[in-house]
């Protein structure tokens, strides 16, 4: 516990459940627990952090809602670490957004100032495999023109091609905005999505050849095409509602079953 005890400051603010979740997550850290890891029991719990049942409760609670663990039901249940995903930071930034009166255009002028750096960067970055990855994914995109399949190929290109810039907190941006995006319903006409599909290809090819400001200038070139074109423009208008957002999310949830941490740790973990 000494790192909680030098950042007793910060640490020891807030509400009990606050302060209990932000040590638990400390813990988390300087034990190295990675998703999957349970943890143990509510009367350990209880004892290693000094709480009661109903200020640990909470805690658990809101780390459930911000995703960074899981309680799962039944004999093996309760609480496990788990990853948090982007839907997590989008549905709070959509919260956000909506008192603010954000459109589609807000999240869309946002990627187009953040995904041409991003593409220049993977262009520099990226490796054969995510590579591979996305070129694959313009095959499944280019296979769905004309299809309500086209969405979804095209808003994993956005999240691959952020993998490959080798930045995970870009990653997790880019795959926020695009899944919020998908909130807006909106399909694209079948020219458009036929342009889109080649000027993915075109990025694709830039990276192959490490052409950061190919990349670059092709990624903002195709923010352009759709946020310039006046055709467009009813859809951009469209109000992020935070309701939407949280509905897609429910939506689209995927359920993985993480292994367990096979390390094990005394205290407040258990194998």
């Known amino acids: 516990m ?13 509400t009990v459940p606050q302060r209990t979740a ?8 300087r034990r190295s627990l990675v998703p999957g890891a349970r943890l143990a ?8 952090f000094e709480v009661s049942r109903g200020s640990l409760r909470e805690a658990l609670r809101v780390l459930a809602f911000l995703g960074a663990i899981e309680i799962r039901p039944g004999p093996g249940g309760g609480p496990r670490i788990a990853m948090p995903q982007p839907q997590v930071v989008g549905s709070s930034l959509a919260m956000a957004l909506q008192f603010r009166g954000a459109t589609l255009r807000t999240l869309l002028e946002a990627r187009a100032a953040m995904e041409p750096s991003i593409a220049a960067l993977a262009a520099a970055r990226r490796k054969d495999d995510e590579l591979a990855a996305l070129e694959a994914c313009t095959v499944r995109l280019e296979a769905a023109v004309g299809t309500e399949g086209f969405t979804g190929p095209n808003h994993q290109f956005h999240h691959l091609l952020a993998i490959a810039a080798g930045n995970e907190a870009l990653a997790l941006l880019v795959a926020a905005l695009a899944w919020m995006s998908r909130a807006v319903e909106w399909r694209y006409d079948q020219p458009t999505q036929e342009r889109i599909v080649r000027q993915k290809k075109a990025i694709v090819g830039a990276l192959q050849a490490r052409d950061e400001t190919r990349a670059r200038d092709l990624t903002a070139a195709m923010f352009a095409g759709v946020l310039d074109d006046p055709r467009n423009a009813e859809h951009l208008s469209a109000r992020v509602v935070w309701a939407d957002v ?9 359920h993985n079953d993480p292994k367990d941490n096979a390390k094990g740790d005394t205290g407040w973990t258990s194998p």
């Open 2 to 14: 000494a790192r909680v005890e030098e950042r007793g400051d910060l640490t020891e603010r807030g």
């Open 22 to 29: 932000r040590r638990m997550m400390r813990e988390a850290l």
């Open 41 to 48: 029991s509510e009367r350990t719990l209880m004892s290693y």
């Open 246 to 254: 949280d509905e897609l999310m429910h939506g689209n949830e995927e």
